[in-house]
């Protein structure tokens, strides 16, 4: 008896050995294999000139356009996390970043909220989150975006800070400065 659960055990762990090579990998879901998708490389935003740190692969779902990132080398906790008007990630004498311009807010609201409030920026998102070893991996639903056409040419952005989703105590959420940035293409 002894020794056919012995041979049973190595028989499984022979089969889980094969499974950790073909099936795992596969069975984990991937952005980049989708028809659809728009991949936007990031990039950490620097005095010394911009960093690339990875990519963003914006996907549609039933619930709202996906973001899935796939950065490294981030400062770790939330970050406050939006579409910013302007195809262009470079700095102006305001700062780094200052060129891709406010919230993207089509209809004029002038109101910083939350990803699911109609009267508020189209472009606020919900906070991308960076585990402690500087990685951002978990995905991000925004509710209010369908198509990826509509927000081509436009610039998505990390501030260093997190966001309360209203305009007080401070503005935009207060994420404060821009930390990476890429543009929607
Ligand atoms: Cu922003
Ligand atoms: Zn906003």
């Given at each position: 008896?002894?020794?056919?659960?012995?041979?049973?055990?190595?028989?499984?762990?022979?089969?889980?050995?094969?499974?950790?090579?073909?099936?795992?990998?596969?069975?984990?879901?991937?952005?980049?294999?989708?028809?659809?998708?728009?991949?936007?490389?990031?990039?950490?935003?620097?005095?010394?000139?911009?960093?690339?740190?990875?990519?963003?692969?914006?996907?549609?779902?039933?619930?709202?356009?996906?973001?899935?990132?796939?950065?490294?080398?981030?400062?770790?906790?939330?970050?406050?996390?939006?579409?910013?008007?302007?195809?262009?990630?470079?700095?102006?004498?305001?700062?780094?970043?200052?060129?891709?311009?406010?919230?993207?807010?089509?209809?004029?609201?002038?109101?910083?909220?939350?990803?699911?409030?109609?009267?508020?920026?189209?472009?606020?998102?919900?906070?991308?989150y960076?585990?402690?070893?500087?990685?951002?991996?978990?995905?991000?639903?925004?509710?209010?975006?369908?198509?990826?056409?509509?927000?081509?040419?436009?610039?998505?952005?990390?501030?260093?800070?997190g966001?309360?989703?209203?305009?007080?105590?401070?503005?935009?959420?207060?994420?404060?400065?821009?930390?990476?940035?890429?543009v929607?293409?």
């Open positions: 008896m002894k020794k056919i659960l012995g041979i049973s055990i190595v028989l499984a762990s022979f089969a889980f050995a094969n499974m950790a090579k073909s099936d795992i990998n596969s069975d984990i879901y991937n952005p980049l294999l989708e028809d659809n998708k728009v991949v936007i490389k990031m990039d950490l935003l620097t005095n010394s000139g911009n960093k690339q740190i990875g990519e963003i692969i914006a996907v549609e779902s039933d619930y709202g356009i996906v973001f899935y990132p796939n950065l490294s080398g981030l400062d770790s906790g939330i970050h406050g996390f939006h579409i910013h008007q302007n195809a262009d990630c470079g700095a102006t004498d305001k700062g780094l970043g200052m060129k891709a311009g406010g919230h993207w807010d089509p209809q004029n609201t002038n109101n910083h909220s939350f990803p699911w409030n109609n009267s508020g920026h189209k472009g606020d998102l919900p906070a991308i960076v585990d402690k070893d500087g990685n951002a991996n978990y995905p991000i639903l925004a509710p209010k975006l369908n198509k990826l056409d509509e927000i081509k040419n436009k610039a998505l952005m990390i501030h260093i800070g966001d309360n989703h209203h305009d007080k105590p401070a503005a935009l959420g207060g994420g404060g400065a821009r930390m990476a940035c890429g929607i293409k």
